[in-house]
Each structure stands twice: as structure tokens, then as C-alpha cells.
């Protein structure tokens, strides 16, 4: 006899998981439902369709209903809501929304996809009109729909994540002032502090205002104007807001049919995305998975890990082995034309977990060799394990080739690969497109260098306070025009002759612009006797990320 397969929820997880399903098994009857009115819609398009970058908002459909029917044999019902399951009866109970209609389909196999809703917190004046949130199709019309009918010039966006600096751009295309709130006190937070400086310097220089480190307290109206009300007293008028908070999994019907959630609130799965009972599945958004990296249990609403989770269910559901390995968080933000890109555990999450056998170095190469016009420089981080050189993360920002760098960290990552696994990587090589030593050779090369115990690495965090000699081996004239506070120069040239100048009683940090000039001092004074350590990333990781408040800029 045929199965029946229900699916609750479309987009990323359940369309991938009923066609799926349906190329594993073409006599079973899928019924996929969803309360929405579009079945499988790109969401991550939507804040481009807002700034009229996507003009035609049917590019945004992926696949419809007829699709479903014609191509697949799959029966789509939009505009249903699961309101509840009977476990033991293996019924699910849906409401037709255009009628109030209640009617039970029964299942052989159930899965849950109903992904996240945008955080609204209960702050005062939060249902105040022109106040957005961005996740579907209609969202994104009515923030278009308001922006038009109030000819509106000014918006305050809370947050600033992905969604909230893909807004800021996207305002600021349509001519609109956009001023960005955000609790913490750096952009981007998944990513570390220093890599999150460049996208906010990039973001103020196309005049965004940037209200970092000040939670929202609550909303107003004044004068016709929206007014954003801070913690610490400040106000940001704005013909509109978005909120751009966050998501939130939803658990409703999970929690209510007694499935088991997990420590974070998302839904608990194996990893062969089956829940506490045996009969159902949940996939994306909704559920919490292991971090590659901490092993730690985490949600991840990412469009990526969701069409795996999908495809992985309806294996499982069609007798298939199949596993899925955990979540790295590998994701990428374009804003203004600059691109910030992480995968794995950031250094601060690594903290908050606990793991301290980890080290870091910082690089800044160009995408492509120098003498090929248009090469465009990569700050790049790297993450790897003290102990044995194995991957835990990498963050990048740069305005070209970001994203392959990190997909190919990524990559080795998953197939649990070390520092030393990206010294030996063989990747494409022409002038235009990269080097003979990529990126990703250098970042491995240096990281290997500093655990052969070739290159020390100096910590940034601690400069100043661990009593190391801070030495500068730039040329006199680049020293001039801007080093770290309490440096001494000694240029690179002259620092075979002259090194008898320095302390041989204290450890010597060494930095230069980017790091390899400091690199060979190190490996000069090392062979002399001299306790020396690399600044990695040079003054530019300085200038970047670690200058201190009213220290004069580097060069």
C-alpha cells in the first residue's frame, strides 16, 4: 500500500522535502499545506524587492502550486493552518483559513517545517502603524505599498543583522535616510567585533547613521513621524521602521502535540530529523541541530541547512540511511558593495562555550595578484585549534571573491580539515582570478608557521598590557606617517646590523603594514636569540579592529 506523507509548510525545508519525497517514491500521496499564500518563495530576495533592485515580484515565486501538481503529482493547499495533531490516531487537524473550515487528514509520516517568525518585543507603541517586520511576500508589499503612499524620506531600522543591513542598503537605494539601531556594540553580530568594523565604517560613509550599543526602549509618534525611544534617552524619527531583531522558531503545534523542544525553545531532532515521535519529522528553522564546531546545540535560519534537512527527512521516510552532519553556519551579507562572510565558530562563540584550545591569525591579501589591475584587498580571519591545527572558523570582508574563500574553508572544514590541509590546497590560479599562493594557502601557511613554532603569534588584545617591546619594522617614512603608540622602528633592512639595539631581557612584538615583513623580523631575531613574537594581520588588523579610543591612527 501507499504512504501518506503530510508536510507542514512550504519554502526551503518542506518543498525540498515533498519533491523529494516524491522522486523516492512515486506512489505515495504527498500533501504539502501551508497558511501562507505562496508555497515556495525566495525570502532572501525580499529586501531587494523592497529597494526595487527585483522589480517583478513574481521572479520572487519559485515554484507553484500548478508546478507542484503538474510536475510532481504533489497536492499543495495554501492558506491551511495546522492547528493540531492527534499523535495517536496519527491525524492532523487543519484549518481552512478562507472559511474557518476544520477537517483531519491522516498521515503515515508527518513533517514539520514551519520555520521562524520575526521577535517582536512587547515594547510600548510596537503596533504602531508603518512599524515592519520582513519575512514573506506581503511583508515586503506593504513596507513598498507605505513607502510610496507616505512619499516616505527617512527610516529607522532595529537591529543589525543580515536583514537589517540588507535593509539600510536597499532604503538608502530608494533615497530614503536610514539611521540603524542596534543593541550591541558592533554590526553583524555573529561575526567578531574587529571583523564587523570595516561593514560599519563602509556602512557611515554611505551615510547611514549607526546607533551602536542602545536597546530600543519603545515607539512614538510625533509630529506624523514614527520616533524610535532608546534605553539611554535618545530618539530617531523615521517615516517608517523595520524591525530586524531577529526570528523566533515556531514551536506552536510541536509544543501542543507534546513533541519533545530542545534547550534553545526549536524543535528536538536526531540527526536523521526525526522528533520524539518515531511518525514525524521536523526540518528548518523550527529545529535545533549540533554546531560542527562547540557540538553545542543551535538554530540556525539559514536557507542552506533547510534544503538539506528537507532532502535528509525524505530519505529517512523512503527507508534511506542517511544523516545529517550538523550545522556550521556558513553565510554571506552583501552591503554596499562590500561582502562579509563567516563560517563556523566565531571567536567570541567560542568563548561563550568554553574552548580555549583555539588561536587566530588575521591576513589582508588581495583577491587576485597585484599586477593585475582591479586587485581588491581581503581582511580575512582564521580559527584554528592550538593543539592540532584543525578548522573551527573564518570570517572575511572584502569587495571581491569573499565568498569563495570561505566556501572552500567550509568545505575542508566539513571534511574535518587543518590549517595544514589549506597550506597544501590546490586551487585555480590565473592572474585574474587569484595567485599562485591563494588566500586560502596564505591563511594556512601562517597558521602552520605558528604552530611549528616558526612564526609566534602576538595577541592583539593584549598590546600594551603584557609588557612586550613593540617594534615596528616598516621604513622610517611609513612610521612617520602613523604607528601604534609606543612603538620603536627599526626598519626590516637594517635589522641584522642594529638588532643588538633592542632589549634581549624582554619579548620583542614585532608588526609591520600586513604581517610578512614581520613574519621574516621574527624569524630573524628567533634564530638570534630573541624572545619575538608576530603582531599577525600588521598595523592595517590594527586600524581595523583593535585601535583604541584616542590612539592616533596607523598608516
Known amino acids: 500500500m501507499s504512504k501518506k506523507i503530510v508536510i507542514v509548510g512550504g519554502v526551503a525545508g518542506g518543498a525540498s522535502c515533498a519533491t523529494r519525497c516524491r522522486r523516492l517514491d512515486e506512489s505515495a500521496e504527498i500533501l504539502l499545506i501551508d497558511r501562507g499564500p505562496y508555497v515556495s518563495f525566495a525570502n ?23 508546478l507542484f501538481r503538474d510536475r510532481f503529482r504533489i497536492e499543495v493547499r495554501t492558506r491551511h493552518e495546522a492547528v493540531g495533531i492527534d499523535r495517536e490516531k496519527r491525524e492532523i487537524e487543519i484549518k481552512e483559513l478562507a472559511t474557518g473550515r476544520l477537517y483531519r487528514e491522516p498521515y503515515d509520516a508527518l513533517v514539520l517545517s514551519p520555520g521562524a517568525a520575526p521577535v517582536r518585543p512587547p515594547l510600548p507603541g510596537i503596533d504602531l502603524p508603518g512599524i515592519f517586520v520582513l519575512r514573506t511576500i506581503p511583508d515586503s508589499r506593504e513596507i513598498r505599498a507605505w513607502i510610496d503612499t507616505k512619499q516616505a524620506r527617512s527610516a529607522v531600522i532595529v537591529g543589525a543583522g543580515f536583514i537589517g543591513l540588507e535593509m539600510a542598503e536597499n532604503l538608502v537605494h530608494r533615497g530614503l535616510t536610514v539611521t540603524v539601531v542596534e543593541m550591541l556594540d558592533q554590526v ?18 554611505h551615510g547611514v547613521t549607526m546607533a551602536l550599543g542602545d536597546g530600543v526602549a519603545g515607539f512614538e509618534t510625533q509630529a ?38 530542545g534547550e534553545r525553545g526549536g524543535i528536538r531532532v536526531d540527526d536523521q530529523m526525526r522528533t520524539s515521535d518515531p511518525a514525524i519529522w521536523a526540518v528548518g528553522d523550527a529545529v535545533e541541530t549540533r554546531d560542527l564546531v562547540t557540538g553545542q546545540q543551535t538554530l540556525i535560519p539559514l536557507a542552506g541547512p533547510a534544503n538539506r534537512q528537507g532532502r535528509i527527512a525524505a530519505d529517512v521516510i523512503n527507508g534511506r540511511d542517511t544523516h545529517f552532519r550538523g550545522v556550521q553556519g556558513t553565510a554571506i551579507c552583501g552591503v554596499f558593495d ?62 571581491a571573491e569573499v565568498a569563495r574563500r570561505i566556501d572552500v574553508i567550509a568545505t575542508a572544514m566539513q571534511l574535518g580539515g587543518t590549517v595544514y590541509d589549506l597550506e597544501e590546497a590546490e586551487l585555480c590560479y590565473a592572474p585574474q582570478f587569484g595567485g ?23 595577541d592583539w588584545n593584549q598590546l600594551g598590557t603584557d609588557g612586550a617591546f613593540l617594534l615596528d619594522v616598516r621604513d622610517p617614512d611609513e612610521f612617520e606617517e602613523g604607528h601604534i603608540p609606543g612603538a620603536s622602528n627599526l626598519p626590516l633592512n637594517e635589522l641584522r646590523t642594529r638588532m643588538g639595539e633592542l632589549p634581549r631581557e624582554r619579548e620583542i612584538a614585532v608588526y609591520c603594514g600586513v604581517g610578512q615583513r614581520a613574519y621574516y623580523a621574527t624569524r630573524i631575531l628567533l634564530q638570534n636569540g630573541y624572545r619575538a613574537r608576530n603582531l599577525t594581520g600588521g598595523i592595517r588588523t590594527y586600524n581595523t579592529g583593535f585601535k583604541r579610543e584616542g590612539c592616533p591612527p596607523g598608516a
Not at 44 to 66: F, H, N, Q, R, T
Not at 188 to 201: C, G, H, S, W
Not at 436 to 458: E, H, Q, S, T, W
Open 188 to 205: 553583524m553580530p555573529p561575526i567578531d567585533p574587529e571583523m564587523a568594523r570595516p561593514v560599519q565604517k563602509r556602512m557611515e560613509a
Open 44 to 66: 532572501c530576495g525580499l529586501p531587494y524587492y523592497v529597494g526595487d533592485v527585483i522589480k517583478d515580484e513574481s521572479k520572487l515565486l519559485l515554484a507553484s502550486e500548478a
Open 436 to 458: 599562485a599562493k591563494d588566500p586560502v594557502n596564505f591563511a594556512g601557511m601562517i597558521a602552520a608557521n605558528a604552530l611549528r613554532g616558526d612564526n609566534p603569534l602576538a
Open 338 to 399: 562590500l561582502a562579509v562572510a563567516s563560517t563556523g565558530a566565531s571567536e567570541k562563540a567560542l568563548q561563550r562555550a568554553g574552548i580555549t584550545d583555539y588561536e587566530k591569525i588575521y591576513l589582508h591579501p588581495n583577491h587576485h595578484v597585484g599586477y593585475y589591475p582591479g586587485a581588491k584587498s581581503i581582511n580575512l580571519k582564521l580559527i584554528f585549534r592550538k593543539s592540532d591545527g584543525h578548522l573551527l572558523g573564518a570570517q572575511a570582508v572584502g569587495e
Open 224 to 261: 506624523g513621524q514614527l520616533v524610535v525611544k532608546t534605553k539611554a534617552g535618545a530618539s530617531y524619527p523615521g517615516d517608517l521602521v523595520i524591525l530586524a531583531i531577529g526570528v523566533r522558531p515556531e514551536t506552536g503545534l510541536a509544543k501542543a502535540a507534546g513533541l519533545d523542544l
